[in-house]
């Protein structure tokens, strides 16, 4: 069965459980990066799975911890025999920003290099990003600082079952529509912060857009109870988690 499985839960300081975030969108003999925290070839190893499967990875925007990942996947799977360019998809600010992280480490533009196909999607509500067998991707933008960044929202016409992931942002209608129904919302909880959440205000889109579940991801692991946290988001009637790493979510 396709499913999501978190790679990485903290905001933008990992600590010894917590890596910096990102997922993986997984099916048979395929899966799909989402953002690029930390080393994923080290995480898909963990996992057991096979870097050759990388179909693509999808970047919800520019900022560093989403990031950074990228230039030791390119080289990896370069240095691994991967024959097969890797597609990246995200808003173009994010595509630009990308392009620049791996010229200034020499992984771009040569044919010595692992080929890339970049892909830049529109910021349109309900935009399709891609689909992999039963699995649509489709973005909608949201509002983060100075950083255009998609929420995605993954459906399987099959089980009819949908998960969606806020990446960062304030509270706004945008990323309520999005949700809608979904069976589960990842929604990050970084704190009272311009362009973030706090739980609360994840509690409230996940009770306006009428979500099965809410799981809080891309919070603070330094100086705070996660305990404490978690019951922040009390305002949202179902049941409440907080993301760890290491998580599978079924679709």
């Not at 048979?28 to 990388?54: F, H, N, Q």
């Not at 989403?66 to 173009?92: E, F, M, S, T």
């Not at 620049?100 to 040569?110: K, T, Y």
């Amino acid at each position: 069965m396709p499913h999501l499985i978190l790679l990485g839960s903290a905001a933008s300081v990992p600590d010894a459980d917590h890596d910096t975030v990102s997922l993986v969108l997984c099916g048979p003999g395929w899966s799909v990066l989402i953002d690029c925290g930390g080393s994923p070839l080290y995480k898909l190893a963990r996992l057991g799975m096979d870097p050759e499967t990388v179909h693509a990875v999808i970047l919800t925007h520019g900022h560093a911890d989403h990031l950074y990942g990228l230039p030791i996947l390119v080289q990896g799977l370069w240095l691994g025999g991967r024959d097969a360019a890797l597609p990246v998809y995200g808003a173009r600010q994010a595509l630009d920003r990308a392009r620049q992280l791996l010229a200034l480490m020499d992984l771009i533009n040569s044919d010595r290099r692992l080929g890339l196909e970049w892909h830049s999607v529109p910021l349109r509500e309900g935009q399709q990003v891609l689909a992999m067998d039963e699995i649509s991707v489709s973005a909608s933008p949201v509002p983060h600082l100075d950083q255009d960044t998609l929420a995605l929202r993954f459906d399987n016409s099959v089980t009819k079952r949908a998960i969606v992931y806020s990446a960062d942002t304030e509270p706004c209608p945008t990323l309520t529509r999005l949700a809608a129904g979904a069976d589960l919302l990842l929604h990050e909880a970084t704190g009272d912060f311009p362009g973030h959440s706090t739980p609360a205000g994840a509690a409230e889109v996940a009770r306006k857009a009428g979500v099965g579940q809410l799981a809080l991801i891309h919070y603070p692991v330094h100086g705070v109870s996660l305990e404490a946290w978690q019951r922040q988001a009390a305002g949202f009637p179902g049941a409440v988690t907080l993301a760890t790493d290491g998580d599978v979510y079924p679709l």
